[in-house]
């Protein structure tokens, strides 16, 4: 099955600087990838997808990237703000009904 | 804005009694799925469900599990025999026609 490897999985940023995670995945049949912002005692919230036949979304200050031949993608968040601290995963899917997430990133944005 | 509901948002149970998680979807949406967040380690799939029936479903859903949509509104998931193993977060999703799912609050299941 699928395999969802994200990095790293702490990240501290001084606020208005900018925050990259990475995943990689290993199923090539893989179309769909989101992610997703938990804050604490909440659900996973979606911010950002993308589909397979795109390379790069871009939504007020974020950002995702694809690279399909190499198995990676990408979240960008520019002019970091104390509210975009929380755990941030990422996931991949064929099928868009089971997703395979990633492990997770604890962004933490120093004001 | 439309959300997905779960309850209760905490339970505590014995180890080898039977509990019903419950969620309640958004009202369009046609897919719904479970999934466990165990503490400290990804979110897993357990299953999805459209039309009535499972479409998909991960190893982690043995014949311990079992879902249901008993109403027009309601999705539970059973699990019959609890093991310490169980204890986890679980949370409901749904989804609509496109891929976006929309995930609720979570219950957090202690199994003792």
């Known amino acids: 099955g699928e395999n969802v490897e994200q990095h790293p999985s702490t990240l501290s940023v001084q606020e208005g600087d900018s925050a990259v995670i990475k995943c990689t995945y290993s199923?090539?049949?893989?179309?769909?990838f989101p992610w997703y912002k938990q804050e604490l005692g909440k659900g996973p919230q979606l911010i950002i997808d993308i589909r397979s036949n795109v390379g790069e979304k871009k939504d007020q200050r974020i950002a995702v990237t694809l690279n399909k031949t190499a198995k990676h993608f990408s979240l960008h968040i520019t002019e970091t703000q104390p509210e975009d601290s929380a755990v941030y995963f990422c996931a991949a899917s064929k099928t868009g009904n089971q997703f395979y997430f990633g492990t997770g990133t604890s962004l933490t944005v120093i004001p | 804005e439309p959300e997905v509901t779960q309850t209760p948002s905490h339970q505590v149970t014995q180890m080898g009694q039977e509990v019903i998680l419950r969620c309640v979807p958004i009202s369009n949406h046609l897919y719904f799925y479970w999934y466990r967040q165990i503490l400290g380690q990804k979110v897993e799939f357990l299953v999805s469900f459209y039309n009535n029936e499972i479409s998909e479903k991960s190893e982690i859903f043995d014949d311990q599990f079992s879902v249901e949509r008993p109403d027009g509104s309601n999705f539970t998931l059973k699990i019959r025999s609890t093991k310490l193993e169980d204890s986890a977060m679980y949370f409901c999703a749904s989804r609509g026609d496109t891929y976006e799912q929309f995930f609720g609050p979570g219950t957090r299941l202690t199994v003792l």
């Open positions: 199923d090539s049949a893989s179309n769909y």
